[in-house]
């Protein structure tokens, strides 16, 4: 299962470990913030920008991410 919740643009330390306890405290629950989220879409989208590229010259940008 997974939750998606809040913002973690501006965490302090204090708050990322709390994120890492709670986190590590489920092992049937992921527990990511939409920032988390949109990192891990932007890496995909570098990935397939690298692999595509010999297909399609066309680059990316923040504007092409679907949500």
Do not use: C
């Not at 092992?27 to 989208?45: C, E, G, N, P």
């Not at 570098?46 to 991410?65: G, H, P």
């Amino acid at each position: 299962m997974l939750l998606i919740f809040g913002r973690s643009d501006n965490w302090d330390s204090e708050q990322k470990e709390a994120y890492r306890i709670l986190n590590s405290s489920y092992h049937s629950l992921i527990i990511m913030t939409y920032d988390h989220v949109l990192l891990r879409a932007k890496i995909i989208l570098n990935i397939d920008k690298i692999e595509n590229k010999s297909k399609d010259s066309e680059d990316f940008s923040d504007n092409d991410i679907p949500f």
